[in-house]
């Protein structure tokens, strides 16, 4: 009986470490993701800006407006980490 204790706890340690891997595995995948889609996020936020600075020039008031609005969707959107996430489309 005693090889069998051995064993079964052998076992179970075995099983223990799979999902305790899967686990980790799956929790890395997920961290990736969202990193890749933030780093997209402020890509498009960077481009937004560039064009904003081409468009704009000579419109100081229209440049200014934007900016502000640029500005409220960093702070009020992109920073936000309270709220779950969006549903995908």
Do not use: W
């Amino acid at each position: 009986t005693l090889d069998f204790v051995q064993q079964f706890l052998s076992v179970m340690g075995l099983l223990y470490s799979i999902l305790v891997g899967q686990t980790y595995g799956f929790l890395y995948n997920q961290q990736e993701a969202i990193y890749y889609a933030l780093f997209n996020e402020v890509t498009e936020a960077k481009s937004l800006l560039e064009q904003v600075a081409l468009v704009c020039q000579g419109r100081s008031k229209m440049y200014t407006r934007i900016l502000e609005c640029i500005s409220t969707y960093v702070r009020d959107d992109l920073r936000q980490c309270t709220s779950g996430p969006a549903d995908p489309a």
